[in-house]
């Protein structure tokens, strides 16, 4: 086991089979940084092409297809002490007859928000645009965006979007402290991260959370030979699992058939037991319903499992 500090150079705004930036091997933790969405760095300088580009990708020795990557989201912290979000919500969070008192500049274009990032007290403030808000103060919850491995058969999926292999899922529980597993389609997994979000709505409904860049450290660690459809993660409190699709009842059946099939292997619950336990005890989170394909969470709480 090794630690490795890594500053990228080079960024990719699609997840695929590309020239690895580190080899690295079950066990290894990394530190390193990400930008933000339109790819501006720490020093708030544009760096690299718009459209949540990402750091890596890091190839880890152990993993090869059926296998399942494990990532430890040791700790993601804001590097900069300015962040950017919109500030209307989508069009399509809304009913069609209520797009237009969306407050939309004539040319269709967004708003942009302002928000002032203090480390130490852990808040953002909103700076601009001036409303009755006044400059509102918020909690910082810092999460991924969008990250993942290299989708099978040779794909390059846009980091606009998701899919069985991760990418922009959007989803707020990708904090510090979780651990997440990605499903291994091709030789090193490929690991990318990126998308760093300061806070973010249910669903990021405005399109984006407050983005930022970020300093970023995790553990990696490889299953052998277990195989996994769609990512999972767990924190202190409960298990989850993450579908991507659309339409959202889509996104909804990967999530839920992938927590069965979690119960019924690794906690060893009989097909009947495994749908009862769900039926009263599954909770749901939105990740994402702005993205071309949504992200549904579907979580079971531990010490619910405890009792199993």
């Known amino acids: 086991m090794a630690t490795h500090s890594f500053q990228p150079t080079r960024y990719y705004n699609a997840m695929g089979t590309y020239e690895p930036v580190l080899h690295i091997r079950d066990g290894d933790t990394i530190i390193t940084t990400t930008v933000d969405a339109g790819g501006f760095d720490a020093g708030n300088e544009q760096v690299a092409a718009r459209g949540n580009p990402q750091t890596g990708p890091f190839y880890i020795e152990e993993a090869e297809p059926g296998d399942t990557l494990v990532v430890v989201l040791d700790r993601i912290v804001p590097n900069r002490r300015i962040g950017w979000s919109n500030a209307v919500l989508a069009p399509n969070v809304v009913d069609p007859h209520s797009v237009s008192d969306l407050p939309r500049p004539d040319d269709g274009s967004w708003i942009r928000a302002d928000w002032e990032i203090d480390l130490a007290a852990g808040t953002a403030t909103l700076a601009t645009p001036a409303t009755q808000l006044g400059r509102l103060t918020l909690p910082l919850e810092p999460m991924l965006g969008c990250f993942g491995v290299a989708p099978e058969r040779g794909q390059a999926i846009s980091t606009a979007t998701s899919g069985p292999h991760g990418g922009n899922m959007d989803y707020r529980g990708f904090m510090s402290g979780v651990t997440v597993y990605f499903p291994v389609a091709v030789a090193g997994a490929l690991l990318f991260v990126g998308d760093g979000h300061a806070l973010q709505s249910d669903g990021e409904i405005s399109g984006t959370g407050i983005e930022i860049s970020m300093d970023v450290q995790f553990t990696v660690h490889v299953q052998k030979g277990k195989r996994i459809f769609w990512p999972r993660g767990e924190n202190s409190d409960y298990i989850f699992t993450v579908g991507n699709a659309r339409p959202l009842d889509q ?42 394909a949504y992200t549904m969470v579907c979580k079971m709480q531990k010490h619910i499992l405890s009792m199993v």
């Open 251 to 292: 996104c909804v059946q990967h999530a839920t058939s992938e927590m069965l099939r979690w119960l019924q292997g690794d906690y060893r619950l009989d097909p009947l037991g495994a749908n009862l336990l769900m039926s009263q005890c599954a909770r749901y989170d939105l990740g994402n319903v702005f993205d071309p």
